[in-house]
C-alpha cells in the first residue's frame, strides 16, 4: 500500500511558476513509477508527466513540454513537478500517482497507475 500526500498548488499568474510536490509513504518508493496527472472542471483526467523509478526516463505530454519539468527524490520519497511559464489553460486539479513498473520506464496510460494523492488545485489567472 503507498499513500500519496500533494502540496504545493496555488494561484498564480500567467507566466509565472509553481512546484508541486508529492511524498509517499512506506519503503517501496523506488519500485514505483511516479506520475502527475491533472483534471479540469470539464475534462477527463489526463497525462502530464512521468518519471521512471529510479529517475532516468521521464515523459511528457506535448501541451506540457519545455515548461513542466518532474523529478524525484527516492531519499525522500519525493517526487516533484516543476511548473513554468504557466497558461490560464494549465488551470486544473493536479494529482500525482504510483505505478509498479519494470526499471527504466516512464508510465503514461492512467489505467496503470494503482495509487493516487488527494491532488491539489493550480489556478493560473490571465
Known amino acids: 500500500q503507498v499513500q500519496l500526500v500533494v502540496s504545493g498548488g496555488g494561484l498564480v499568474q500567467a507566466g509565472g511558476s509553481l512546484r508541486l510536490s508529492c511524498v509517499a509513504s512506506g519503503r517501496t518508493f523506488s519500485t514505483y513509477a511516479m506520475g502527475w496527472f491533472r483534471q479540469g472542471p470539464i475534462q477527463e483526467r489526463e497525462f502530464v508527466a512521468g518519471i521512471s523509478r529510479g529517475g532516468s526516463s521521464t515523459n511528457y505530454a506535448d501541451s506540457v513540454k519545455g515548461r513542466f519539468t518532474i523529478s524525484r527524490d527516492n531519499s525522500k520519497n519525493t517526487v516533484y513537478l516543476q511548473m513554468a511559464s504557466l497558461k490560464p489553460e494549465d488551470t486544473a486539479v493536479y494529482y500525482c500517482?504510483?505505478?509498479?513498473?519494470?526499471?527504466?520506464?516512464?508510465?503514461?496510460?492512467?489505467?496503470?497507475?494503482?495509487?493516487w494523492g488527494q491532488g491539489t488545485q493550480v489556478t493560473v489567472s490571465s
Open positions: 500517482a504510483a505505478a509498479p513498473s519494470l526499471p527504466g520506464v516512464a508510465v503514461t496510460n492512467k489505467q496503470l497507475y494503482n495509487y
